[in-house]
């Protein structure tokens, strides 16, 4: 692709990203990552997509935010695939399936549950969601390294939903198969990467635990996703991202 065309939705540039991305579902937060970044420019805003480029410790690194769920989300992957990016993080909240993990608490994905919606428009569902094992190990090694001693690792449920209505769901099913969260766009990011050659994995702050409630379907009377525990545990969370991606050749 010519390093000066747009690229249609998130309306920036091949010249203007970084080989490397942390995606984030929200505008805020990819500023709040931005802000971690050394002179952080914002290269593109667009709908529920906005890009920052900067470097971090000296590494060029690409910031952009992906709105909520797999349709949306899968604009930006593609885009920025086309746009050169090789290695991508992605930073979200997830609701907990695991007791034991607190609010607040990280969680490091080794692959997803592909009930997010989109990447079976894509390719067959026996095509699996594998989280990169450089990723992986990256992301370890930087918790590690800032002391971070929480943190829980296992297959995420990714859901094309999150509030159910009339249909049964299928979050105990998958409980008791092992799954330590539920979020809404990884398993879309991981398909989209393997088909393409690139590099992914995913990192997540905990902001509810679904097993400590009657029933584990969120509960709107009580989520509250903007907590203080929860705005500690997000901003560990991108340190922890993008200091990952500064250590993968």
């Not at 290269?43 to 890009?51: A, I």
């Not at 930073?91 to 919606?117: F, M, P, S």
């Not at 390719?123 to 829980?152: C, F, K, M, N, W």
């Not at 509810?208 to 560990?236: A, M």
Request: aromatic share 4%; net charge negative; charged share 20%.
């Amino acid at each position: 692709m010519d390093p000066n065309e747009r690229l249609p939705i998130l309306k920036v540039t091949p010249s203007q990203l970084a080989p490397r991305a942390l995606v984030v579902g929200d505008r805020e937060r990819a500023f709040q990552a931005a802000q971690l970044l050394t002179d952080p420019d914002e290269v593109g805003h667009n709908r529920e997509y906005r890009t920052f480029t900067g470097s971090y410790t000296g590494v060029p690194l690409t910031v952009c935010s992906h709105g909520i769920g797999g349709p949306a989300a899968s604009i930006c992957f593609k885009e920025l695939i086309q746009g050169g990016v090789k290695t991508i993080i992605r930073a979200g909240t997830c609701g907990a399936l695991v007791e034991t993990i607190d609010d607040g608490q990280l969680v490091l994905a080794t692959g997803a549950i592909r009930e997010d919606g989109t990447s079976t428009s894509l390719v067959p569902l026996a095509y699996p969601a594998i989280a990169d094992r450089h990723i992986i190990q990256a992301l370890e090694e930087s918790a590690a390294g800032q002391g971070y001693t929480s943190l829980h690792t296992g297959i995420v449920l990714t859901q094309s939903y999150l509030y159910p209505e009339l249909l049964p769901t299928t979050t105990e099913l998958w409980m008791e198969a092992g799954a330590v969260c539920v979020e809404m766009e990884l398993a879309t990011l991981l398909v989209m990467s393997g088909l393409h050659g690139v590099r992914s994995g995913g990192i997540f702050t905990s902001d509810g635990n679904l097993v400590r409630r009657d029933t584990p379907d969120l509960d709107t009377s009580t989520y509250d996703p903007h907590r203080d525990v929860v705005t500690h545990g997000v901003q560990t969370m991108l340190t922890i991202a993008l200091d990952a991606l500064t250590r993968l050749t």
